[in-house]
């Protein structure tokens, strides 16, 4: 072959041809030694991208500086191929080495095959992005990617027709980027990903999606996923034609090199140069090593296809090809095949001693300490016992030294001796840098924290009129619209009419139609647009119409915006905005307060809880100026509430974790937030009349909750409390005497039984009467703060019933 041939219409040289081959040697070796690592105990699970080698060396030749991956664990050949994954980052990953030199993708924090590239600098601000070949993070749930996908390429498709985007550096090219989704054939029953496909073909965005077709899903056969079997043609009626827009389909066999860098060119293309999504269904492709170290794939698939994925594996085809067409010659190819087998092993094993020296210094310190206190101890055998079996410990990790030291401090607990206080600085030491290894950047560190936005008060003038509190928010809304080219709003019914309760009135048309945007009901990938735009420098307000029906886009909350910043070690953030109403309302299905749903799955996300709408503009205020997630659900009964309109609109802002005093008392404390500040004042007014002093404090955020422990403070004064929301018993209400007792430590001043009040077991029933029957109303909070009084004092509190 010559330097440089073309092979139909395809240009390919003999250096290019014979490096894909190097890559797919020495990506197949990584998965065969990863694979016996695991065996061998020095890893705790392997899941490789054997079989799909081909196809991602094809696709990586057409990604360029400023496209985006949103892939999934079987990418490992692709991340090689753009030269964003090393050989010793590889295994740093499988061994969970947590230095993000060692693995720049996840720190430790994720198994193997999770990959991302650091969009972030140490201090939290952003690279140019146009000057990197970007992966957002990868996740396990199956197609979990795909939301995150649709919002990666309607970044594009944003940063092209929006001129005020243009003077917006570091983050596009003038949209000409392409996001590029992979999927396993089975994942595409699920239904995310119909609903990100489309998503797509709706909003016509420069999105190309491989689907990695084995034919199995684990061990479950493609008859049982896919109607027709066959996955592209299930999506014929999506096809895109010459009057009606959708999206192309390829379908390309994956063992076949030529066809597989036609259809990647082509694909690429159409998305880079015309927005047009693409659909690459991959088929016959191979899995050598089966799905995972957890099982062996000769136990559900019979002797025949065995013998074919033998005959059609990727790797074994491409080198056929080569030598048929006079490429390389075999002796070239075997000396490619024994350097990628030698490279493989050097770098596994500079992995492992890069892994194992990380820890050497902490176990070695415990060792000698504990052989210290042996020496000053009376309980010298105990102590060289412990020593001893933490010597012979096969491949020691941190949590052994940390069993053992702590095991020689329940031994040391009676003696006063020098090496007690040395083994005791250790685990504090330790367990700082443990925290730091493992537990670290759930939210941002970067100066532009939330945390760290100052408050501004609002402002009034003399002439400030009262209005309806959605008046504010719109007013606020567009004040911030006007000021952030980069902030954009969309959901269902936000466009045309402004949102169903108007917040959103007549921006549409002062903003247009990229500013402020309809969509679909399409809850999941709603939200992922969110997260594909914010990862690009975008500032997205994504509305869930209703908080109750958070429930359909849960997951990917929970598995990918709440973890994104942590999973990364701060690598990437999505500094989005969930605007959504819930509490106070008649029904089963708009009013809900899933409160501990909330608490328990999206740790990473603020959640802000205002009790009116000048306090809701404050929190967008805060967060736009910041750049961390929040969810904000405002109060579905107070949009035509009376409150004053701020002159200083898009400026003031409301601090997080931070209570306001609504009503002085010194008798009780009454601890609430959203739409129950209303009727815990309207209890309190009651109280008085009975001669009860009721303190009622709004929380305003429940993450964080109180920072400064405010709440204990007034508990210290009144010497009982009460929690009341409207979420289910054991929810909200006991999250928030979790804080207050256990963390501000607030027990220690309580005269009487904490209590909560919080809503039914079940959902709200319809009407006034289900609504005030149905959740907390305040004479059931008069009646429980009256009952603790008349416990403390009955000749002056007598019993009312």
């Excluded at 095959?113 to 140019?128: F, K, P, Q, V």
């Excluded at 996001?179 to 190309?208: D, H, R, S, Y």
């Excluded at 090199?257 to 927005?275: F, I, P, S, V």
């Excluded at 492992?352 to 009376?378: C, H, P």
Aim: glycine letters at 6%; proline letters at 4%; aromatic letters at 10%.
């Amino acid at each position: 072959m010559s330097a440089q041939e073309t092979i139909n219409d395809l240009t390919l040289t003999k250096e290019e041809i014979l490096n894909d081959y190097r890559i797919l040697c020495e990506s197949r070796q990584a998965s065969i030694l990863g694979r016996k690592e695991v065996f061998a105990g020095k890893a705790k699970f392997g899941i490789f991208g054997t079989g799909k080698e081909l196809a991602q060396i094809a696709m990586a030749k057409y990604f360029r500086f400023g496209d985006f991956r949103s892939g999934y664990y079987r990418d490992q050949t692709f991340m090689m191929a753009i030269d964003e994954l090393s050989l010793e980052q590889y295994y740093a990953q499988l061994y969970a080495h947590t230095d993000i030199v060692a693995d720049p993708a996840s720190g430790g924090r994720l198994m193997i095959g999770h990959y991302a590239t650091r969009s972030l600098d140490n201090n939290g601000h952003w690279n140019d992005l146009t000057k990197i070949k970007n992966s957002s993070p990868d996740i396990s749930p199956t197609g979990a990617q795909m939301p995150r996908l649709v919002g990666l390429a309607y970044a594009s498709k944003l940063y092209r027709l929006n001129p005020e985007l243009k003077d917006i550096k570091g983050f596009s090219n003038n949209g000409n980027e392409v996001a590029f989704g992979t999927i396993g054939n089975a994942a595409t029953a699920e239904g995310i990903f119909f609903e990100a496909i489309n998503a797509a073909g709706v909003l016509q965005i420069p999105m190309v999606v491989s689907i990695w077709d084995d034919g199995y899903g684990i061990s479950v056969p493609q008859e049982y996923q896919t109607t027709k079997v066959d996955i592209s043609k299930m999506f014929e009626g999506f096809k895109r034609t010459d009057s009606e827009r959708g999206i192309e389909i390829f379908k390309v066999k994956g063992w076949n090199y030529e066809e597989l860098c036609r259809t990647y060119r082509d694909a690429a293309q159409l998305a880079r140069e015309h927005h047009v999504p693409s659909l690459v269904h991959v088929e016959e492709l191979a899995q050598p090593l089966g799905h995972s170290t957890s099982g062996s794939h000769e136990r559900y698939k019979s002797k025949e296809r065995l013998a074919w994925e033998e005959e059609f594996d990727c790797n074994k085809k491409f080198k056929e090809w080569i030598l048929e067409n006079s490429v390389a010659t075999y002796q070239e190819l075997k000396e490619i095949e024994d350097s990628a087998f030698e490279k493989v092993k050097r770098a596994r094993q500079s992995a492992w001693n890069r892994f194992v020296d990380s820890m050497k210094g902490d176990l070695d310190e415990a060792l000698a300490l504990i052989y210290e206190a042996s020496s000053q101890s009376t309980q010298k055998e105990v102590l060289l016992a412990i020593k001893k079996s933490l010597e012979k410990t096969l491949n020691p990790i941190r949590s052994d030294a940390v069993k053992a030291v702590k095991k020689a401090l329940k031994v040391l607990r009676f003696e006063e001796i020098p090496a007690r206080t040395k083994l005791i600085a250790w685990v504090e030491r330790t367990s700082e840098e443990n925290f730091q290894r493992y537990s670290s950047h759930i939210f941002s560190h970067s100066d532009q924290a939330a945390l760290k936005v100052k408050e501004i008060k609002p402002e009034y003038n003399e002439d400030s009129p009262f209005v309806d509190g959605r008046e504010v928010l719109q007013a606020n809304f567009e004040a911030l619209l006007l000021k952030d080219p980069r902030i954009f709003a969309f959901g269902e019914d936000v466009g045309m009419i402004g949102d169903v309760n108007q917040g959103f009135a007549g921006l549409q048309e002062k903003f247009g139609t990229l500013r402020i945007m309809d969509t679909g009901i399409r809850e999941t990938s709603i939200i992922g647009q969110g997260i594909g735009a914010a990862m690009r420098g975008l500032r997205p307000i994504a509305e869930i119409q209703y908080l109750d029906y958070l429930l359909f886009a849960i997951q990917t909350l929970s598995d990918d915006l709440a973890t994104l910043h942590y999973r990364t070690v701060g690598g990437q953030k999505a500094p989005m905005i969930i605007r959504t109403r819930g509490h106070r309302l008649e029904g089963v299905w708009h009013s809900g307060s899933p409160i501990s749903m909330i608490l328990g799955s999206l740790r990473g996300i603020y959640l802000l809880v205002p009790r009116n709408m000048t306090q809701a503009a404050g929190f967008y205020n805060t967060m736009l100026k910041s750049d961390d997630p929040a969810l904000i659900i405002e109060t579905l009964n107070g949009y035509r509430l009376k409150e004053k309109m701020p002159s200083n609109l898009a400026e003031y802002t409301v601090p997080l974790g931070i209570p306001e005093v609504l009503k002085e008392g010194s008798d009780v404390t009454i601890v609430t937030y959203g739409a129950m500040c209303k009727i815990s004042l309207d209890a309190a007014a009651q109280l008085e009349e009975v001669g009860i002093s009721a303190e009622v404090i709004d929380v305003q955020s429940l993450m964080p909750f109180d920072i400064h422990h405010f709440i204990a403070k007034s508990v210290k004064k009144t010497n009982r409390v009460v929690f009341t929301d409207e979420d289910v018993p054991g929810g909200g209400t006991a999250y928030m005497m979790k804080e207050v007792l256990e963390t501000q430590k607030a027990y220690q001043w309580l005269d009487s039984a904490p209590r909560t009040l919080p809503a039914k077991e079940h959902r709200p029933a319809y009407s006034s009467d289900g609504d005030y029957f149905s959740k907390p109303n305040a004479e059931e909070l008069v009646d429980l703060v009256y009952e603790m009084m008349n416990e403390a004092d009955p000749v002056k509190y007598p019993s009312l019933y």
